[in-house]
């Protein structure tokens, strides 16, 4: 079945660090995949999306890239802010799906 | 705020209880899923209406789990004789489209605590 995996945290940076939180993914047929952010306190939300191969989604200075030859969708951030501190979560919805497979996500800490 | 709205957020019961969660989605979405999240893990999926129609069911979903959605509009999660094993965060999460073309809004979730 569909699964997705997602690097370990929780994910320590300082304020204006590089980040990289790797997300791959097991699905049949060309999946969409999606990147949701969950804020303490908040529900999840959607943070970015890609829907077929080569695309590159793109949201608050965050990008992921859909790389159908390494079945990945990693997700990276120039330099991150402490209000970028929260859960994330890599998902995909496979073909002929009506629910979305989430990873176990990703606890990024900005530290000022 | 006309967000995705859970009730209530947190109910502690005693083993064998029934429990009873609400969901009110955003009032336009005609689509509505339920997901079960555990402590350190992802969301995972129980089930999924279309306007009043039950769609779709996970193989979670144990007969002791039952899911409603009168006239399409908010959604009933109730867990019958419930088991320490149920303790979780129960999140509700609505959408207007496809969610390859939208969006899924999740409420801020249900939490459990089966003692």
């Known amino acids: 079945g569909d699964s997705v995996t997602q690097m370990e945290g929780p994910v320590t940076l300082s304020e204006e660090a590089f980040l990289t939180i790797n997300c791959t993914y097991t699905?049949?047929?060309?999946?969409?995949l999606f990147w949701y952010v969950q804020y303490p306190g908040e529900g999840l939300q959607l943070l970015l999306k890609?829907?077929?191969?080569?695309d590159k989604g793109s949201n608050k200075g965050f990008e992921a890239t859909y790389r159908k030859e390494t079945t990945s969708f990693h997700l990276e951030k120039g330099s991150v802010q402490v209000s970028d501190s929260a859960v994330y979560f890599c998902a995909l919805s496979g073909a002929g799906r009506r629910a979305l497979t989430f990873g176990s996500g990703t606890r990024l800490q900005v530290q000022p | 705020d006309t967000g995705v709205s859970q009730n209530p957020r947190h109910k502690i019961t005693k083993r064998g209880q029934n429990v009873t969660f609400r969901c009110d989605p955003i009032?336009?979405?005609?689509?509505l899923y339920w997901y079960r999240q555990t402590l350190g893990q992802g969301p995972e999926f129980l089930t999924y209406?279309?306007?009043?129609?039950?769609?779709?069911k996970s193989r979670l979903l144990s007969d002791r789990f039952s899911a409603e959605r009168p006239k399409g509009s908010f959604s009933t999660l109730e867990i019958q004789r419930t088991e320490q094993g149920d303790s979780a965060m129960y999140l509700c999460?609505?959408?207007?489209?496809?969610?390859?073309?939208?969006?899924?809004?999740f409420g801020e979730g249900s939490r459990l605590t089966v003692l």
């Open positions: 209406f279309q306007n009043e129609a039950q769609l779709e």
């Open positions: 890609a829907t077929k191969a080569d």
């Open positions: 699905a049949t047929g060309y999946p969409s």
């Open positions: 999460a609505s959408s207007l489209g496809d969610m390859n073309t939208g969006e899924l809004f």
């Open positions: 009032s336009e979405h005609n689509r």
